[in-house]
C-alpha cells in the first residue's frame, strides 16, 4: 500500500495517508480541520548508497535536495 502526501486546500496543512491502492481516488479528510478538500501533494524522496556521516557530507532533507531547515517545503 502506497503513502501519499496531501495537502487540505482550506488550512494548508500537508499530512500523509496510507492508501489502498494506487488507483484510489477517494478524498481524505484533513486530521487538522476535517475539511475534505484535500488534494495530493508533490512528493519528494531521495535516495543514497552512501550515508551522509560516513561520507562527511552534511545529511540533505529529502524534500528539496538540500539542507534540512533551508527550503519553503518545510
Known sequence: MPIYEYT???CNKKFEQ?????????????PACGSEKTAKALSVFAVSTVSAKSSGEAPMCGRCGGPPGSCAMD
Do not use: A, F, G
Open 18 to 30: 496510507l492508501v489502498r491502492s494506487m488507483s484510489d481516488n477517494s478524498k481524505y479528510k484533513c
Open 8 to 10: 487540505c486546500q482550506k
